[in-house]
């Protein structure tokens, strides 16, 4: 019959668990420390669980990895990762496993030492023996029941891991390029959360390089900057990224492809390969300059019709941009961190050529998509910028950023 049965019936124990309207302070106490011994030796128990459906293969049997076994059994994607992750690691690790399975530790913690043996181990030249593993995760323990958070920990394991790299003669963390790492999610709303871990030299050109591009640059008006300084490095990164796309000339159109699907019946639900649904503003926006692959398609998903990169501006187009403009209209960005903007846009059928178009950096460009900035050409075939009435109730024009030693009365 196995142990199904046993955690049935603790388990209806515990749903007939009632929480009174009336208790003590102490007595809330003592209920909830043994209520949180519990879960983490519910926890333990499903990591094990985890190890033993490994083991037997039944992921695999049926066609998944493990870490989508459990999340189709009703776990969160990150406690599946770390179900997997812990559950493979124990047998090798019983201190630990000991400890977890009497709940003295949450599972987070016990992950949090997992993780940091295994930091360790990936920093020493060669392998670990069992009594020098044994001494890292009494360590580590150690520093749990001091009261150390799982990031306290974690930061503990990379000092253990430095010390025993230099004791065998390894490379210093900064280094050591064996364990950089960079990962990137996409959020429940369509958002894109990254991270990364590198050693010094890759870590000084990721520095210098967000330095550059990120230094604050007047508003229109000549006010300082308002942007927050996270909000400059993201931009930055987005420079950085066009950039590469355009493998250095700057003059080229962008080389990085992207996949956009649009409903033939309902072209408002357009979404983005990787990241999901964007609005038409978005859509506006990308077709501009970015080398954007459109589907049309049908309610089945047929593909009806493909877009061609014809409204991308060739570089002699994008040369006399530079030449007129000198930069970004808006904030003065060099010309080769701006996008070619379309000010009648592609998707509302404007023509790619010198009169319909203007430089903007990344930032700027999202203001005019979607914060209400307008462009128009002005009489003296240059861009003219037009605030929204939350910047300026009267939308006073405003010249290019490189005209604006001008007058605006006796501009042409």
């Not at 102490?26 to 094990?48: I, N, S, W, Y």
């Not at 812990?86 to 009497?102: E, I, R």
């Not at 089945?300 to 006399?320: G, T």
Request: proline share 7%; aromatic share 2%; glycine share 8%.
């Amino acid at each position: 019959m196995g142990i199904a049965p046993d955690l049935t019936t603790s388990l209806d124990t515990l749903r007939g668990v009632r929480v009174p309207d009336e208790m003590t302070g102490d007595d809330a106490v003592e209920a909830l420390t043994c209520a949180l011994k519990l879960r983490h030796v519910a926890e333990h128990l499903a990591t094990m669980l985890t190890g033993m459906l490994n083991r037997c293969g039944v992921a695999p049997a049926q066609g998944r990895t493990p870490r989508e076994l459990l999340i189709s059994l009703g776990c969160a994607p990150s406690v599946a990762q770390r179900l997997v992750r812990v559950g493979g690691a124990l047998p090798m690790l019983p201190t630990l496993a000991a400890h977890a399975g009497d709940g003295a530790i949450s599972g987070e913690h016990v992950d949090a030492i997992v993780k940091g043996i295994h930091h360790i181990q990936a920093r020493a030249p060669g392998p670990i023996d069992e009594e020098t593993r044994f001494a890292q995760v009494t360590d580590l323990l150690g520093q749990f029941f001091s009261g150390a958070t799982p990031a306290d920990i974690g930061n503990r394991a990379r000092k253990l891991g430095n010390r025993h790299a230099a004791a065998e003669g390894g490379l210093p963390a900064a280094e050591d390029r064996s364990i950089n790492t960079a990962d990137h999610r996409v959020t429940s709303d369509g958002r894109v959360q990254i991270r990364a871990d590198l050693d010094a030299e890759v870590g000084a050109k990721y520095i210098a390089a967000m330095e550059q591009h990120s230094a604050p640059r007047p508003e229109p008006d000549g006010t300082p900057d308002a942007r927050t300084a996270g909000r400059r490095r993201a931009d930055a990164l987005e420079t950085l990224l066009d950039i590469a796309a355009r493998g250095g000339d700057v003059a080229s159109a962008p080389r990085t492809q992207l996949l956009v699907t649009v409903p033939a019946n309902t072209p408002d639900l357009a979404t983005l390969e990787f990241i999901g649904s964007i609005s038409t503003m978005t859509l506006d926006r990308l077709t501009c300059d970015t080398a954007v692959t459109t589907i049309i398609v049908d309610g089945e998903q047929v593909p009806l019709d493909m877009s061609r990169e014809k409204r991308l501006f060739p570089p002699h187009l994008r040369k006399a941009l530079y030449l007129r403009d000198g930069g970004c209209i808006k904030c003065g960005a060099p010309p080769g961190r701006t996008h070619a903007h379309h000010i009648v846009h592609w998707t509302h059928h404007g023509e790619t050529s010198l009169g319909n178009g203007c430089l903007l950096c990344p930032a700027c460009h999202a203001n005019i998509h979607h914060d209400g900035w307008d462009v128009v050409m002005g009489l003296d075939k240059h861009p003219w910028l037009i605030p929204p009435a939350t910047v300026d109730p009267h939308r006073k024009p405003i010249p290019a950023y490189n005209r604006r030693t001008m007058r605006l009365d006796t501009a042409a």
